[in-house]
């Protein structure tokens, strides 16, 4: 039996009945099963969101986790449902691109076009086939119920990925939002916006650092450095927007005690420009 945990990550929220009863179905296959609540708020229907939640939260779970994750405007369509190994956890969901973030830390492949991606050398995939598992009747809408929660649950019991479905070669990528980057700028957009309004940007940290000569431009507002912390003392003036190195690994923009994205009514999908000073 896998006695690391079983993470859920989902777009459900937690006024619905939804990730309840996706418990429900995980402990009545495995009682002893441990279940993490990573976050039921990716935005709804926001894969890009969901890739990157769970790409900067993933090595900070044990070894050998089982990620459930449902974020799935495709569910009940053709779209396949999916195991992936990789050396550290096994991933259950939607084959969308809600795993490229997690899979392109393990792929050498630095082409633009995600469509497709390639399962990296380490790693396997298996389209889940085995419907002896699933739920029954198997709902055309709620997969996480009836596909992906058992799914979980008779891995965490010990049941190989080979025995719910057939390898795979390749699993979708997200052709999300990509960067822009060119000699003097970097576009990039806002991803989501947090609980505390802080708007998360697609913009890596490793492009820039604390000292950066930059100005990052949006929505007619321009920032003309990079904080450290949220209250950075004399640098931080009341109710003006600050750039700061997030620490899940991207750039965000926030208002110190306040709501950035009500304040620039800025939300995600808008853009961002990193300008390089000289």
Request: glycine letters at 10%.
């Amino acid at each position: 039996m896998n006695r690391a945990p079983i993470v859920l990550t989902t777009d459900f929220g937690l006024e619905d009945p939804y990730v309840g009863v996706m418990k429900g179905v995980i402990l009545g296959i495995n009682p002893k099963a441990r279940i993490i609540d990573h976050s039921h708020y990716v935005e709804p229907q926001n894969i890009a969101h969901g890739s990157m939640l769970l790409s900067t939260s993933y090595n900070y779970f044990p070894d050998h986790t089982i990620h459930i994750s449902v974020v799935d405007p495709g569910v009940g369509t053709e779209r396949s449902a999916l195991i992936i190994m990789t050396p550290r956890a096994y991933l259950v969901g939607p084959d969308n691109g809600l795993f490229s973030g997690i899979l392109g830390k393990y792929s050498d492949d630095s082409r633009s076009d995600t469509a497709n991606i390639h399962v990296p050398a380490g790693c396997k995939a298996f389209r889940i086939t085995n419907s002896e598992v699933f739920l029954t009747p198997t709902s055309d809408t709620f997969h996480g119920r009836d596909i992906f929660a058992p799914v979980g649950a008779h891995l965490s019991l010990g049941a190989t990925p080979s025995e719910l479905g057939d390898p795979v070669e390749s699993v979708l990528g997200y052709a999300g939002p990509d960067l822009v980057i060119t000699e003097d700028r970097i576009v990039g957009e806002v991803i989501y916006v947090d609980h505390f309004g802080n708007l998360i940007t697609n913009i890596s940290n490793t492009l820039l650092t604390e000292d950066a000569n930059v100005i990052v431009e949006m929505s007619g507002s321009c920032i003309r450095s990079i904080h450290r912390t949220f209250n950075d003392g004399n640098t931080t003036t009341p109710n003006e927007p600050i750039a700061l190195l997030g620490s899940n690994g991207y750039l965000e923009i926030a208002v110190p005690n306040g709501h950035a994205s009500r304040s620039l009514l800025l939300s995600s999908g808008d853009q961002v420009i990193l300008y390089k000073s000289h």
